[in-house]
């Protein structure tokens, strides 16, 4: 498990093969995406839009809402659910 996402502005995102553990990838004011920070590799994608998550940048440190809820296609439920809050993970 990881505790921090360190902000990184992108024209487009890289694909998955390249995401970094740790890092968010953001472009701004459309998607952010980010490996899931459980440990488990998957990737997390985020639209930003008034309807899906909205990211505030305060001075780099980013707060991403509503929380983050990952599943997996064999479990239903949440495998890792949690905030982003300052670019730290605030687990649920």
Known sequence: ??????PKYCNSIPEKEFLTE???????NHIAIHLCACGCGLETVTPLSPEN????DNDGLITLRPSIGNT?????????????????????
């Open 72 to 92: 997996k296609s064999e479990a239903p439920k949440y495998h890792a659910h949690y905030f982003i809050t300052g670019n730290k993970i605030i687990w649920c």
């Open 1 to 6: 498990m990881i505790n921090k996402l360190i």
């Open 53 to 56: 998550w909205k990211l505030i």
């Open 22 to 28: 740790g890092i968010l990838y953001i472009v701004k």
